[in-house]
């Protein structure tokens, strides 16, 4: 697939969102891309309360499933929203890809807790880290944020959950859009 051109204002991304709402979900049977991108804000909501910028990242993370490979859809999200939304937000969407594969690396406990589709995906993302990739890992400085966003995409992915609709989170994107 050939990477689209970065979102050049919010309302472009809001327009792409709303598409996503009519895109079944490739990771989660019974969602859309949107309604799993929503349950994942929702979910760091309650997680972090005060982190609305990480709250964005984890409504946005999967934006990338939609023109890239499953292997490389966080690095294409993270270039689909750089310029609008800024580096932070950019590095958590790019982040939740490794994230799972540390969490499987380093915590014997969270492989059983991903879902069918997520365990299939981890070894085209590249299964287990390394010891260099679990040390470049600990040096992100996002990597903590990137963790719970993981948590929070592996814990959205329930159908007919009722969470906040993208009208609610619309005027945090804008606070964070850039154009």
């Not at 204002?9 to 327009?15: G, H, P, S, T």
Request: proline share 6%; aromatic share 4%.
């Amino acid at each position: 697939m050939s990477q689209p051109e970065p979102f050049a204002d919010v309302a472009a991304l809001e327009a792409f969102l709303e598409l996503m709402g009519r895109t079944p979900s490739s990771e989660a049977e019974g969602l859309t891309e949107l309604d799993h991108g929503l349950q994942c804000a929702a979910e760091l909501q309650l997680a972090a309360p005060d982190d609305v910028e990480l709250q964005v990242a984890g409504l946005l993370h999967d934006l990338g499933h939609t023109v890239s490979h499953i292997r490389d859809h966080g690095v294409a999200g993270a270039t689909l929203v750089r310029d609008l939304m800024g580096e932070r937000i950019a590095d958590l969407v790019a982040l939740h890809i490794p994230a799972k594969r540390y969490l499987v690396t380093t915590d014997p406990t969270y492989r059983a807790r991903l879902s069918p589709d997520s365990i299939r995906t981890l070894a085209l993302q590249g299964g287990d880290m390394s010891v260099a990739e679990v040390a470049a890992y600990d040096a992100e400085p996002h990597g903590q944020a990137g963790l719970d966003l993981r948590r929070a995409d592996e814990a959205a992915k329930t159908p007919g959950r009722v969470v906040p609709d993208l009208d609610y989170w619309r005027p945090a994107l804008r606070q964070f859009a850039r154009a």
